[in-house]
């Protein structure tokens, strides 16, 4: 009778902490037999087999005198099964082989992120898992409610794969330790590299170029001035011209053909030289930091700069879903397309520069490893700061399963050790590692390769110095052929007066 009531407890609401007294009297001795059960001693693995009589009172006095409820879940679970209901979701779980076993029946084995929370529980514990049939339909809706439905029909003990604590879902099981938080966030493109020409003239202000200009035009007339007062001066400071070349010279750090000879110009000489010299060395030092990085252009933070910008927003199947359930952003403002899958809007978001949606940060880093731009992934994203939801992943066990303590315990004792982070380093690792041969991108950490956009600014000086040669060129012929022609004019003049 004892074995029934506690069997009929544990069947009906998962009651291990159960307690059925019976009595006994004998002429004048009444006795009362406590019976209680441990679901995982004697290899019962949860099944009520046998019951213990944990306590006996004779005449209102305690024989045994023990803990009416002493612990129930021991450290060693003796090899028990715990059957797992999951489905495909990368990383987080992946379907690696089924292997069939003597008897007719597929043994279907599991590995991801969210497994190995799982296994870490299984090893620690003694457990054997068994996981269910993956769910018939591939649609994610469907095999979600699938898994549920084995969960609440008692088919299955623990359910997993990207479950996060949520109150809605707490009425079907009972949620572990949260054993990761991760981020929705809404993905945009991130500001593109700003032309190298662009920073190199962004040098200075434009204000400093024009001062910088009329300095070395004054300097190469002052220079002039002061030459021809001094008798003594060389030749080539008497005219502009030569002054001209002279400044340009001594402001790109050329050598001249001689220094002056008077004092005055000397000392002027040697103010320009440091002139020059602090003008150049302050260029020269932002010039080569932007060959190497120019830098990025204005990066888009609002609404209105994303459609002005015509970025477009991907709209997965189950977006609408988690929009309505967690309040989050709803950019109706934006053009949007609709796609089947949550990977294909990943992948459309990061291999183009115009599209933007919502994602879970650690599924857009997995499919960058898929597709060989992890490096890159922080140039090609970014995120509306402003836009964020946190959600914490965990498992599910059956209402009122008694192992909900001791899965507790085993994850946050991993969580302490840093399990966790190697074994999403891991999944990471082995991923760059499958799909190396995606890498476009080479390291340019070690080296720095100049390629001829970076010596753009050369080429363009090289072709306005040889615009304004031409120019000069040609207006020194037409100077030349107009003076010619005056001076046989004025010669043709000159005869026919004398004649």
Not at 333 to 359: G, H, M, Q, T
Not at 364 to 379: F, R, S
Request: glycine share 4%.
């Amino acid at each position: 009778m004892a074995k029934d009531v506690i069997k009929l407890l544990w069947e009906k609401d998962n009651i291990v902490n159960s307690l059925v007294v019976s009595y006994t009297k004998l002429e004048e001795n009444v006795t009362l037999n406590l019976y209680s059960w441990f679901p995982y001693e004697a290899n019962q693995c949860s099944q009520v087999k046998e019951i213990v009589l944990l306590e006996q009172w004779e005449n209102f006095r305690s024989i045994k005198n023990v803990s009416l409820f002493p612990p129930k879940i021991p450290d060693d679970m003796l090899g028990c099964p715990i059957r797992v209901t999951t489905s495909e979701f990368h990383p987080n779980v992946f379907l690696t082989q089924n292997e069939t076993l003597q008897d007719g029946s597929v043994k279907y084995n599991f590995e991801g992120f969210d497994i190995d929370y799982l296994i870490y529980v299984v090893e620690a514990s003694n457990l054997t898992v068994q996981f269910l049939p993956p769910p018939k339909s591939v649609e994610l809706d469907q095999a979600y409610l699938e898994r549920w439905a084995n969960l609440q029909s008692g088919l299955a003990d623990v359910t997993t794969g990207t479950l996060w604590w949520n109150e809605g879902l707490m009425y079907f099981g009972d949620p572990t330790t949260s054993y990761f938080e991760f981020s929705i966030l809404w993905y945009i493109p991130c500001a593109i590299p700003s032309p190298r020409m662009e920073k190199v003239f962004a040098v200075f202000e434009p204000s400093l170029w024009m001062v910088i200009c009329i300095v070395l035009i004054l300097t190469a007339i002052v220079f002039s001035r002061l030459a021809i007062c001094t008798s003594s001066e060389l030749e080539i400071y008497r005219t502009i011209s030569k002054c001209v070349c002279h400044v340009w010279a001594i402001f790109l750090g050329v050598s001249v053909p001689d220094l002056p000879r008077s004092n005055q110009l000397r000392f002027l000489f040697l103010l320009y030289v440091c002139y020059s010299l602090a003008i150049v060395t302050v260029f020269q030092a932002f010039f080569t930091s932007f060959l190497v990085d120019p830098g990025l252009g204005k990066q888009m933070k609002t609404i209105e700069e994303l459609k002005s910008a015509d970025v477009m927003f991907c709209r997965f199947k189950y977006y609408e879903l988690i929009s309505m359930s967690y309040n989050f952003l709803a950019p109706n403002a934006l053009k949007s397309f609709p796609v089947d899958e949550w990977y294909e809007c990943y992948y459309r978001v990061i291999l183009n520069n115009n599209i933007s949606s919502a994602a879970f940060n650690y599924h857009i880093q997995y499919t960058a490893a898929l597709l060989g731009k992890t490096k890159e992934l922080n140039n090609i994203l970014c995120t509306m700061e402003e836009e964020k939801l946190t959600i914490s992943l965990c498992l599910y066990l059956s209402k009122g399963n008694p192992l909900l303590d001791r899965f507790n315990k085993v994850i946050r004792r991993s969580l302490e050790a840093g399990l966790g982070e190697k074994s999403r380093s891991s999944i990471m690792w082995r991923t760059n590692l499958r799909y190396l041969k995606n890498v476009t991108d080479i390291d340019d950490e070690m080296y720095f390769v100049f390629t001829l956009s970076h010596f753009q600014i050369y080429f363009y000086t090289l072709f306005l110095g040889c615009l304004v040669s031409t120019i000069a060129l040609f207006l020194e012929l037409i100077l030349d052929r107009a003076l010619k022609l005056k001076d046989n004019k004025s010669l043709s003049c000159s005869e026919s007066n004398y004649a």
